[in-house]
């Protein structure tokens, strides 16, 4: 795990979640975490949650796919705290754990988890090699790692309108490409692995984004959440869609196995 600074604080994590849901901190709510884990079965299984934010998607892998113990981490205690008690609200403390955890390996022994599971948080880290064999470390034989994240289409040199695009975020982005991430996985072990392109999907979601937080619900964002900030969030979208359009930016669904 990597980043260390806060970039989620109270007021800029209310925003999206205005805009992508309750616990939600990446787009596409409960039904793209849905599409993300689709054929897997997750009864009586233990799960890791890679980057777990408020907690949402940590707590409904036990609640919603039938995991018998899922554990979320997180580099920011704030977001820890607020997962921790999503989970105690929910009567489920004891079948989910948050747990903060530093820059680093991940805290595991090995052979832990039946399932590895992020949600859009991996582009934080930029060693996504030495993570990829970290998971791999850390799951059960014929365990999977099943993920979305930001992607780019293209490694090297980013064009301008997506340089702005990264700048404007101001979150760290460490982006890789598809092929980057497929060769990180292939060499750490993972066998059938599959990245599926969600950009088409996510530049509709995006624009309609785009319209509530400029549009009629933007008096009231203003004053829950000040005008600055739903400002910079309006740029932030409008440079987005910019780089979805030309596909450069291209969210991806990724999934490996580890042998058994």
Not at 223 to 243: F, P
Request: glycine share 10%; aromatic share 8%.
């Amino acid at each position: 795990m990597a980043e260390q600074t806060q970039h989620y604080d109270d007021m800029f994590a209310g925003l999206l979640e205005e805009v992508w849901g309750e616990g939600y901190l990446s787009p596409g709510g409960p039904e793209e975490v849905s599409r993300v884990l689709e054929g897997l079965d997750l009864k009586g299984k233990r799960t890791l949650d890679i980057g777990c934010g408020t907690g949402a998607i940590t707590l409904s892998l036990a609640q919603d796919h039938g995991a018998a113990h899922s554990v979320g981490v997180d580099v920011e205690g704030h977001v820890c705290e607020e997962a921790r008690a999503r989970a105690a609200q929910a009567g489920a403390a004891d079948r989910v754990e948050i747990i903060k955890v530093d820059e680093g390996p991940l805290p595991f022994d090995d052979a832990s988890f039946d399932l590895v599971f992020s949600k859009d948080s991996i582009i934080h880290i930029a060693d996504k090699e030495g993570l990829s064999r970290d998971i791999y470390r850390v799951l059960k034989p014929g365990g999977v790692f099943a993920a979305s994240d930001w992607l780019t289409s293209h490694d090297g040199d980013m064009s301008p309108s997506m340089q702005r695009y990264v700048e404007l975020e101001g979150l760290g982005f460490a982006m890789a490409s598809p092929e980057r991430y497929a060769n990180a996985m292939k060499g750490a072990g993972f066998q059938d692995v599959r990245t599926v392109n969600r950009n088409p999907w996510y530049l509709g979601v995006a624009r309609a984004e785009l319209e509530f937080l400029a549009g009629d619900h933007r008096s009231e964002l203003e004053t829950k959440y000040g005008a600055q900030l739903v400002a910079d969030n309006v740029a932030i979208w409008e440079s987005m869609i910019a780089v979805l359009e030309t596909g450069e930016l291209c969210p991806h669904h990724l999934r490996g196995y580890k042998p058994r």
